[in-house]
């Protein structure tokens, strides 16, 4: 028997009882899994790509952009060959993989071409399964040269290749496409067609498909019990920074170690003594796609061909036969030898590096926005909405640049023991760690401390062929001055610096040399001293490759 509880009672309790507060969602991730990944079909002039939607086809004129459901299965059908009229191909393609962006990036503006090229038709006549993997290139292993957005670098491997293995080993595989002679009919293409997995230009809505996805997805994450799983790098170009190995002065006391998307600054504190201050890490989300190709030619053909009409004429004659020499010499110089042979002598050169360009900049004023105020006490004047933008661009920039792992082993060794042998007696003392505390009278002397040097972009996502403009700004935060201050910014493979666009807002020396990833070193050496508190701003454009 439960007590029954006077109603009067019930609801004081329920008065008093606090209202339940409705609970705030939860913030959206930084990057996330795009649903579809726009694919573009490229190819020679005329071709028309036709998608069937049941027994409904459309054709478009390429090229042509379409978004595909990962996880499926695709036909098409590619007609209006200018050199082979009448001539119809139907590839395959895989969706086995996405892009993963930031809330306010689209997919659209990211599409992974597909180029259909003359040499594919031809290989395909002749009988060969033409197979093509494009991949998600990683950033930090990018290939030389300058791309376009429609002509994606296309790297032919030998046949029995595994492609996919090889798109792992260079990026993130995201599509399979596979081209052959095998003629599809109107009825099977309608059969193979999946609703709700095909967004046609125009559209702006796709229903879900009525079925799973049957592609395992390509982009498998690797956990880390302890770091957790490794996240999706591959649209994002890092640059500025310092990787490792770390960027230091040579015996020489010049300085070392920039690499390629490192972007550091030295300077001379008050006492002369030689530095080196490191720059956050900028993200510019500028995926690039890269295509693997490969042939299947047939491994056997065969043909029986009978006479039609034979007739044997057999006549009296004389067979003379000359047999070749038994034994033939044949004397072939030697064309080339192999070996390994170890260099002889070593020169070394030092000296002045070869300078692509030297260019002597005049102080110009330049409008960065509310990251001008950085360091002073006027960024107390910003607005709200400045300042919360101000903030979340210093937020991502310590995030990016933070370093994971061990930093540093602090060894502590404690009080020691101090003994002596007198005769058999043992006489021993233990030396304890003190205080000292003393006046001192001379007058408090504002501490050096480092260099701030802060690296940010006009733009978070640009394309292939775009130009970006990139800022560096160098601060005195100590309380001396310091001199000899010089920024330095090697660029990556990715970026190609744009002739004459380099500024400074202090007067400065512009030099320009080639670094090891096909591109060039950017310096800048700023004259005269810094003063506390004071600061100054260099800027250049660079072309996304």
């Not at 046609?200 to 799983?229: Q, T």
């Not at 201050?485 to 493979?493: E, H, I, K, Q």
Request: proline share 10%; net charge neutral.
């Amino acid at each position: 028997m439960f007590p029954r509880f006077p109603l009067v009672a019930v609801l004081t309790l329920a008065f008093l009882a606090p209202a339940a507060r409705p609970q705030a969602p939860p913030p959206l991730p930084a990057l996330g899994p795009a649903p579809l990944l726009y694919v573009r079909f490229t190819g020679p002039a005329g071709l028309r790509a036709t998608f069937y939607r049941g027994q409904t086809a459309m054709a478009f004129n390429a090229p042509v952009t379409v978004g595909l459901r990962p996880g499926f299965l695709y036909r098409i059908q590619l007609t209006g060959w200018a050199a082979y009229p009448g001539l119809a191909l139907y590839p395959s393609l895989e969706v086995c993989g996405t892009l993963c962006l930031p809330p306010k990036v689209g997919g659209a503006d990211h599409p992974a071409v597909v180029p259909i090229t003359e040499q594919d038709v031809e290989r395909v006549l002749a009988g060969s399964l033409v197979t093509k993997v494009i991949y998600l290139e990683d950033p930090e292993r990018p290939l030389p040269g300058a791309t376009q957005p429609d002509l994606p670098v296309e790297i032919d491997l030998p046949p029995g290749t595994d492609l996919m293995t090889e798109a792992r080993l260079r990026g993130r595989p995201m599509l399979i496409v596979r081209l052959g002679q095998r003629e599809v009919s109107a009825e099977e293409l309608a059969r193979a067609s999946v609703p709700g997995t095909v967004l046609l230009p125009g559209e702006k809505v796709l229903p879900a498909p009525p079925i799973s996805p049957c592609v395992p997805w390509a982009g498998r994450k690797f956990y880390d019990p302890h770091l957790g799983p490794r996240p999706l790098t591959e649209e994002c170009l890092h640059d500025g920074g310092d990787i490792w190995p770390k960027a230091g002065f040579g015996p020489d006391g010049r300085l070392r170690n920039v690499d390629p998307s490192d972007t550091v600054a030295e300077y001379a504190d008050s006492h002369g003594r030689r530095h080196v201050a490191v720059s956050n890490r900028v993200c510019l989300c500028v995926p690039r796609f890269v295509v693997l190709r490969s042939e299947c030619p047939l491994a056997r053909h065969e043909a029986v061909l009978g006479p039609e009409a034979a007739r044997l004429v057999k006549g009296q004659g004389e067979v003379a036969m000359r047999l070749p020499v038994r034994q033939t010499e044949q004397y072939k110089p030697v064309m080339a030898v192999q070996g390994r042979k170890r260099p002889n002598e070593v020169v070394a050169r030092e000296g002045v590096v070869v300078l692509t360009a030297v260019e002597v900049l005049e102080a110009v004023e330049m409008v960065i926005g509310p990251a001008e105020l950085l360091g002073t006490t006027a960024a107390r004047t910003l607005t709200q909405a400045e300042q919360t933008r101000l903030l979340r661009q210093i937020e991502l920039a310590r995030e990016l640049s933070a370093a994971k792992g061990t930093q540093e082993v602090i060894q502590t060794q404690g009080p020691a023991v101090i003994g002596r042998v007198k005769g058999l007696e043992v006489i021993g003392s233990v030396v304890a760690t003190r205080e000292l505390t003393v006046c001192c009278n001379e007058p408090p002397c504002p501490p050096d401390k480092p260099l701030v040097l802060f690296k940010w972009a006009d733009a978070q996502t640009a394309q292939v062929g775009d130009v970006v403009t990139f800022y560096l700004k160098y601060s005195n935060h100590g309380g001396q001055p310091i001199s000899d201050v010089a920024v330095v910014d090697s660029l990556t493979g990715r970026l190609e610096y744009v002739p004459g666009s380099a500024r400074s807002s202090r007067a400065a020396v512009f030099t320009m040399q080639e670094n090891e990833a096909g591109s060039v070193i950017l310096r800048w050496e700023i004259s005269g001293r810094l003063l506390p508190g004071e600061s100054g701003v260099v800027s250049f454009q660079a072309r996304v490759r």
